[in-house]
């Protein structure tokens, strides 16, 4: 299910929601449709050479990243370039 972080621009609140098809999310605490879709950081398992689980998430699966909350070497969202 596709679960997004949000803030709203009218209010300045954070929050997730989960959004289907082509629903419009609102704001839990002002009902604004203004809202930013944030990058979340994920954390994800993946499998190493010898079989055994290796955790990352997206702040230490990169160690060049100039963003902490994603792998990307330059994001709009934060303004790293």
Do not use: H, W
């Amino acid at each position: 299910m596709p679960i997004y972080e949000f803030k709203c621009n009218e209010c300045g609140n954070n929050f997730e929601t989960l959004v289907l098809g082509k629903d419009t999310p609102q704001c839990p605490s002002c009902s604004s449709t203004n809202l930013l879709k944030m990058i979340s950081q994920c954390g994800f398992v993946t499998k190493t050479s010898t079989g055994g689980d290796s955790a990352q998430t997206g702040a230490s699966a990169s160690s060049s990243s100039a963003c902490s909350g994603c792998s990307a070497t330059s994001c709009a969202t934060c303004g790293s370039r």
